[in-house]
């Protein structure tokens, strides 16, 4: 059994897909691009897909991540260009690594968001910054499933900074864009609790829903202070150790293509 990992995207209105929605059209996708998927065993067998840590409905992401089991080796590039055909424009496969490594998800510590508001002046999103980081603790609210739940919003932040917007952006309104690095706890912090806390502690209300966009998510690095790629163990230990050439089912027979 060879375990394929892919990076996908969510852009445009495809951010507003739900968990649920991607994965019933990517299984469309593995049937149309005749994918040789494993199958889980018992009554109603399902194709061996593991998804990792997906982003909330509404925002959109450039690192998505999902692993899937197949019964013979494939190219793992091949496999990505047919599964990116046969999903919509939006959900884009961007990248895919034969599965030499064990915790995907356990190196999935930390994210990279970008929040757009639109209408909210640079200095003034600067300024809540500061007040945002400046606290110890900045509780905020969220409805759950079991009630309204109180947590503290800045605890998980590992970074917060207002940059400034392209200066060739469409629009003549203000516009201030915040990069936020977030560590993956329990409760999770999402972008919206942070732009909770920025209106707690600074009365900052964008007139306009912010525009979120997942950059990056990986290991975060408490050194450097970045967030490392998830699938660079994978491409490291394909060229440390490279296999046998792939079965007839491989499109090439790159490095890295046999069974994990």
Same mark, same amino acid.
């Given at each position: 059994m060879q375990r394929i990992r892919l990076r996908y995207t969510k852009r445009g209105r495809l951010r507003f897909t739900s968990h649920r929605d991607f994965q019933r059209a990517f299984e469309r996708a593995l049937r149309r691009a005749e994918v040789p998927m494993a199958y889980s065993a018992?009554?109603?067998?399902?194709?061996?897909?593991?998804?990792?840590?997906?982003?909330?409905?509404?925002?959109?992401?450039?690192?998505?991540?999902l692993e899937i089991a197949l019964v013979r080796a494939c190219d793992p590039d091949k496999l990505r260009e047919l599964l990116d055909e046969s999903?919509?424009?939006?959900?884009?496969?961007?990248?895919? &690594? /034969?599965? +030499? *490594?064990?915790?995907?998800?356990?190196?999935?510590? #930390?994210?990279?968001?970008?929040?757009? !508001?639109?209408?909210?002046?640079?200095?003034?999103?600067?300024?809540?910054?500061?007040?945002?980081?400046?606290?110890?603790?900045?509780? &905020? /609210?969220? +409805? *759950?499933?079991?009630?309204?739940?109180?947590?503290? #919003?800045?605890?998980?932040?590992?970074? !917060?900074?207002?940059?400034?917007?392209?200066?060739?952006?469409?629009?003549?309104?203000?516009?201030?864009?915040?990069?936020?690095?977030?560590?993956?706890?329990?409760?999770?912090?999402?972008?919206?609790?942070?732009?909770?806390g920025l209106r707690a502690v600074a009365d900052l209300a964008p007139p306009v829903p912010a525009a979120v966009t997942r950059l990056a998510q990986g290991l975060f690095d408490e050194e450097s202070g970045t967030v490392t790629d998830p699938l660079a163990p994978d491409r490291e230990a394909v060229t440390a150790a490279p296999s046998k050439a792939a079965g007839p089912a491989a499109a090439k027979a790159p490095e890295g293509a046999g069974s994990a």
């Open positions: 018992g009554f109603t067998p399902h194709p061996k897909v593991s998804y990792a840590n997906a982003a909330p409905t509404g925002t959109g992401s450039e690192a998505e991540f999903l919509p424009a939006g959900l884009d496969i961007i990248d895919a &690594v /034969e599965a +030499r *490594t064990s915790g995907l998800a356990d190196r999935l510590t #930390a994210s990279v968001w970008e929040l757009r !508001l639109e209408g909210v002046d640079p200095a003034q999103a600067a300024q809540a910054v500061s007040l945002f980081l400046a606290a110890e603790s900045v509780e &905020v /609210e969220r +409805r *759950t499933k079991n009630g309204l739940r109180t947590f503290d #919003a800045r605890g998980a932040v590992a970074d !917060l900074r207002a940059a400034h917007p392209q200066p060739d952006r469409p629009g003549d309104g203000p516009c201030a864009i915040l990069r936020l690095v977030v560590r993956h706890v329990t409760p999770a912090v999402r972008p919206d609790d942070v732009l909770s």
